[in-house]
Every structure is written in structure tokens, then in C-alpha cells.
């Protein structure tokens, strides 16, 4: 029996990129309860999974790309203290499918090619 | 984590089976390499055949998430299926399935023990490929494969 990759259907983001420079309390700490909750529920359900398929179509993996691309600051600090798989969600949130490619399954290398992405943009320090 | 006693209660706690056949923690966590990668000698990057290139690496063309896919892959590798048990001068993988689904590869140590990657947890050596089976992740090994070990 084959998996199929799933298919995400969310609404068109108009909000801009947050700038994570500039503070905007109310804002950002709603965002961020909002990703650490999905975020942590994401890692216990699949810590002990091996599949990429079902670590990347988790439901609390899906929901952070409903919280659009203000949360793509909060994405990238995350990869900077732990290189887990969020390359699906922020390719899906940039339309961006091109970095990282030159390093598949190398989680360590394409977090840091998205840490390049976004400090060459100023969306991190 | 300790490793000094080489037991996890974690561990134990998502794989039932762990206290009973016996297991030893033999690293840290790490998100470095899956299970399908340290089955394959390979713990720097993870294997699977991800619909996107970029999430996993995979030694063949063919990405689809079935037994005969990984069987194919580890042919690619040298890999013939073959019974359980441990045999002279080979070296074993064992790939487990849940729900018709590939979800883990071990691979069998030279004295008849086994060694998994768990998931974004710890490797470990464990007595019995029935140590990690479950009926809720990685559910029952169904297929085994060997090579030479001279070939590795």
C-alpha cells in the first residue's frame, strides 16, 4: 500500500512577514503561545516516529502553517536551537522550494540555509 | 537523559515491550539520522522516500512509501530478503510495518542482538526485534534481509 504526501488547502496570507526587530507585544506573544503549543504538541506525538510522511502530516504541524507567515520568525529562532523538519511548513509559507534542496534528509544543513534565508532578510539576528 | 545506567523509563514508556526483552541506550537524541539511515550504516542524514526530495534521502528513484519501495531500496544496498535468526558471515536488517506501512528498519549486531535509531530519540541495542513492536508506531518486523558482511 502507498502513502500519498497530503494536500493542504489554507487561506491566502495577506499579512506581512513579522519583522522580529521590532516589538509588537500584544501580537507576538499571542503568536507565540499559539506556536509553542502546536510546536510541543508536535514533538511528543512524534518523537518516536521514524516516518517523515507522518511526522510531516501531523495535525499540529498542519495548524502552524494556519497561523501564516508572521510565524515564520518564530520557525527559524526555532531552528536555531534545534534542527527538526519545519523546511514543508516554510516552504509552503515563503513559496520558496529552493532552499535547502542541495542537502535532502540533512536536517542540520537545511536549517542552516533557512537561518541564511532569514538573516540575509533581516527576519532574525 | 542518563545514559550512565543505559535505561530510559521514556523510553520504556512509548515502547512496552523494552523492560521485558532487554535494551541498552547507546546515545543521545538527535535529529540527525532516522532509523531507515542507521540501518543502512548511514547516521549523518535521514532516509525516506518523502514526496519532497528535500525532506528525505533516498538511494533509488522510486519514492512511495510501501514494503516493496524499502525492499527495492535495500537491494540497492546489497540487501536479499531472507528468514530471521542469525546466520554466520551475514549481516540482517529487519523492516517493521503498522497498518500495511513501512515505520522502522533495525539492524541486527554480530551477536544476534539488535540496534534501532528511535524515531527523534536515542539508538539502542535491544535483545529481540519483538522489543520495539507496538500496536500503536512501529508495529511488527515482517520482513528480514541480508548481506555478506564481507560486501559491507
Same mark, same amino acid.
Given at each position: 500500500?502507498?502513502?500519498?504526501?497530503?494536500?493542504?488547502?489554507? *487561506?491566502? +496570507?495577506?499579512?506581512?512577514? *513579522?519583522?522580529?526587530? %521590532?516589538?509588537?507585544?500584544? #501580537?507576538?506573544?499571542?503568536?507565540?503561545? %499559539?506556536?509553542?503549543?502546536?510546536?510541543?504538541?508536535?514533538?511528543?506525538?512524534?518523537?518516536?516516529?521514524?516516518?517523515?510522511?507522518? +511526522?510531516?502530516?501531523?495535525?499540529?504541524?498542519?495548524?502552524?502553517?494556519? #497561523?501564516?507567515?508572521? *510565524?515564520?520568525?518564530?520557525? #527559524?529562532?526555532?531552528?536555531?536551537?534545534?534542527?527538526?523538519?519545519?523546511?514543508?511548513? #516554510?516552504?509552503?509559507?515563503? %513559496?520558496?522550494?529552493? *532552499?535547502?534542496?542541495?542537502?535532502?534528509?540533512?536536517?542540520? %544543513?537545511?536549517?542552516?540555509?533557512?537561518?541564511?534565508?532569514?538573516?540575509?532578510?533581516?527576519?532574525?539576528? | 537523559? !542518563?545514559?550512565?545506567?543505559?535505561?530510559?523509563?521514556? $523510553?520504556?514508556?512509548?515502547?512496552?515491550?523494552?523492560? &521485558?526483552?532487554?535494551?541498552?541506550?547507546?546515545?543521545?537524541?538527535?535529529?540527525?539520522?532516522?532509523?531507515?539511515?542507521?540501518?543502512?550504516?548511514?547516521? @549523518?542524514? =535521514?532516509?525516506?522516500?518523502?514526496?519532497?526530495?528535500?525532506?528525505?534521502?533516498?538511494?533509488? &528513484?522510486?519514492?512511495?512509501?510501501?514494503?516493496?519501495?524499502?525492499?527495492?531500496?535495500?537491494? @540497492? $544496498?546489497?540487501?536479499?530478503?531472507?528468514?530471521?535468526? $542469525?546466520?554466520?558471515?551475514?549481516?540482517?536488517?529487519?523492516?517493521?510495518?503498522?497498518?500495511?506501512?513501512?515505520?522502522?528498519?533495525?539492524?541486527?549486531?554480530?551477536?544476534?542482538?539488535?540496534? @534501532?535509531?528511535?524515531?527523534?530519540?536515542?539508538?539502542?541495542?535491544?535483545?529481540?526485534?519483538? !522489543?520495539?513492536?507496538?500496536?500503536?508506531?512501529?508495529?511488527? !518486523?515482517?520482513?528480514?534481509?541480508?548481506?555478506?558482511? @564481507? =560486501?559491507?
Amino acid at each position: 500500500m502507498s502513502q500519498t504526501a497530503p494536500r493542504y488547502h489554507f *487561506v491566502d +496570507i495577506s499579512a506581512d512577514i *513579522v519583522d522580529a526587530n %521590532k516589538p509588537n507585544p500584544g #501580537l507576538v506573544s499571542g503568536l507565540e503561545r %499559539k506556536f509553542r503549543e502546536y510546536a510541543d504538541k508536535w514533538y511528543a506525538e512524534t518523537r518516536r516516529d521514524s516516518s517523515i510522511t507522518r +511526522i510531516l502530516s501531523n495535525e499540529n504541524y498542519l495548524r502552524v502553517i494556519e #497561523l501564516g507567515t508572521p *510565524v515564520i520568525p518564530l520557525i #527559524l529562532k526555532e531552528l536555531q536551537s534545534r534542527p527538526r523538519p519545519w523546511f514543508l511548513v #516554510l516552504r509552503v509559507l515563503t %513559496k520558496n522550494e529552493n *532552499v535547502g534542496r542541495g542537502y535532502p534528509g540533512n536536517f542540520e %544543513k537545511m536549517a542552516e540555509a533557512w537561518i541564511n534565508w532569514g538573516r540575509e532578510r533581516g527576519i532574525i539576528k | 537523559m !542518563a545514559l550512565s545506567n543505559k535505561l530510559d523509563r521514556q $523510553l520504556e514508556d512509548l515502547w512496552p515491550n523494552l523492560s &521485558s526483552e532487554g535494551y541498552e541506550v547507546k546515545s543521545i537524541a538527535t535529529e540527525r539520522y532516522n532509523c531507515i539511515a542507521f540501518a543502512a550504516d548511514d547516521p @549523518s542524514v =535521514n532516509w525516506w522516500p518523502a514526496a519532497n526530495e528535500a525532506d528525505g534521502y533516498w538511494p533509488i &528513484s522510486q519514492r512511495e512509501v510501501s514494503l516493496a519501495c524499502f525492499k527495492e531500496a535495500f537491494a @540497492s $544496498l546489497r540487501y536479499e530478503e531472507c528468514g530471521d535468526g $542469525l546466520e554466520k558471515d551475514f549481516e540482517k536488517i529487519a523492516i517493521y510495518v503498522f497498518d500495511g506501512l513501512p515505520t522502522h528498519a533495525a539492524k541486527q549486531l554480530p551477536d544476534g542482538r539488535w540496534k @534501532s535509531k528511535l524515531g527523534f530519540e536515542e539508538d539502542i541495542e535491544h535483545n529481540s526485534v519483538k !522489543a520495539i513492536e507496538d500496536e500503536v508506531c512501529y508495529g511488527k !518486523a515482517v520482513l528480514y534481509m541480508k548481506r555478506p558482511i @564481507s =560486501n559491507g
